[in-house]
């Protein structure tokens, strides 16, 4: 675990987390005097499933990340929707703060320094209890070092697919290791349970019986439960594609995690990145209550054997009320993304900027009185072909909704009347007040 160099971060009651005994410690400084409020820094797993614990025992939690946002594996729409989870759990939040000092006392000289507060890259102070380092991880990787093997662009121990380093007489595995990335084809550290667990079985085989089967390429599939809310992620984000370079397209939809009418369905968002040429699936994201892991999985696995999205959209998937609809969210993401490549509904990106764009808003005048988007025309789509002379067709348009599917409906009847260039804002004004709140017009 990376502990940062700063004043006081060696105090009895500042904590890292890897393992069990790392646990114990943190449970004894509960048990042992009472913590009222602790500081967790870092809003990645570790550090939010700290945090939802730490709630669990009546402790106030402050959440601290260097980041601009919570989940930085998710892209910043859907890693949003988890901070709005926190926020609404009484999480208090400080992103886009880097953590420069911990302040410290002592009884006497006898007694171990105990953390007090911890001081904030912009200005900030927050008394703590306690706090609970989970900044990240960086691979241990000294002993392969001093033994001479080879160490990868990443940092971490450069492994063949049997998990041999340079030295075929030394194996290893797990978060040391850098494995090959079954999207981008080439090594990458992926520190993860599921794929070290492999590695590890992979590695005794072969060390054993000279024979194992390949390790099967990585795409961080993982998952986690903050509160009422599970988010979960395959391959790669939209942010890591344009970053790397990679051409990608984006849909979100929103779907229950079963049928409507069957009692205690679970809305999800799911998005579902892939290739604007062939449609090859590139990575996933969801968030939401039952039922994402399935979906996640399920594109983790058409994935990992090349699928595109008109694989997806044809996949045999279980079907009954109480488990799915008919038409399960991994089919209705995969539709949409393949109407977005046929042409038929051509998505607009949900952080895009809309500026100099036509904007119709279809949503009823109740939906447009609680949040809008500044200059958009409203027209419920209903009337939307009765009213087509308030538009104009020469101009770039963009159609809304509240997630999506009535957009669809108002870009495909736009389309059909003559506008030449006609997008549908994907996953609608309930993810767009994800992707850009600070443009939100909110109603009384």
């Known amino acids: 675990p990376i502990t940062p160099p700063i004043p006081g971060v060696d105090a009895g009651n500042v904590f890292a987390l890897r393992n069990l005994e790392d646990m114990d410690r943190i449970a004894a400084c509960i ?69 420069e000092a911990v302040d410290v006392e002592s009884a006497n000289e006898s007694t171990p320094e105990r953390a007090t507060a911890v001081r904030l890259s912009d200005g900030q102070v927050i008394e703590t209890d306690m706090v609970v380092l989970g900044i990240g991880v960086r691979p241990n990787t000294g002993l392969a070092i001093a033994a001479g093997l080879e160490i990868g662009e990443g940092g971490g121990i450069a492994v063949n697919e049997f998990m041999q380093t340079s030295d075929p007489a030394i194996y290893a595995a797990g978060d040391a290791v850098e ?34 089967p390949a390790m099967r390429p990585v795409l961080g599939t993982s998952i986690v439960r903050v509160f009422g809310k599970t988010a979960a992620m395959t391959g790669l984000s939209t942010r890591l594609a344009r970053k790397l370079g990679i051409p990608c397209r984006a849909v979100i939809i929103t779907a229950g995690d079963h049928a409507g009418y069957y009692p205690g369905a679970e809305a999800m968002q799911l998005k579902l990145i892939y290739d604007p040429d062939g449609g090859k699936i590139l990575g996933a994201q969801a968030v939401g209550g039952a039922g994402v892991d399935k979906r996640i999985d399920v594109i983790a696995t058409a994935i990992s054997f090349g699928g595109t999205v008109r694989d997806l959209a044809g996949v045999d998937l279980s079907y009954a009320p109480p488990f799915s609809s008919a038409k399960d969210p991994v089919h209705m993401a995969a539709f949409a993304a393949s109407n ?105």
């Open 31 to 99: 048990a042992e005097r009472p913590v009222r409020r602790a500081v967790v820094v870092g809003a990645g797993f570790i550090g939010l499933e700290m945090v939802e614990q730490l709630d669990a025992r009546n402790i106030e939690v402050a959440l601290v990340e260097l980041a601009p946002q919570v989940l930085g594996p998710l892209d910043a729409e859907m890693a949003h929707l988890i901070q709005a989870e926190l926020e609404a759990r009484g999480i208090e939040i400080h992103l886009a703060a880097a953590l």
């Open 179 to 212: 494995y090959m990335h079954g999207v981008l084809g080439k090594p990458m550290r992926v520190a993860l349970g599921g794929p070290a667990n492999r590695a590890g079985r992979i590695a005794g085989q072969h060390a054993a019986a000279d024979s194992a």
């Open 340 to 444: 977005d490549l046929d042409g038929l509904s051509p998505m607009m990106d949900i952080d895009a900027n809309l500026e100099g764009a036509q904007i119709v808003d279809v949503r009823t005048e109740d939906e447009v009185a609680r949040f809008a988007l500044p200059g958009a025309i409203h027209i419920v789509v209903e009337e939307l072909r009765e009213r087509l002379g308030e538009l104009d067709p020469d101009r770039p348009t963009v159609t809304v909704c509240h997630s999506g599917l009535r957009a669809h409906v108002a870009a495909r009847i736009l389309m059909q009347h003559g506008f030449g260039n006609v997008r549908n804002l994907t996953g609608g004004m309930l993810m767009r007040q994800h992707a850009r709140p600070d443009e939100i017009v909110w109603g009384e």
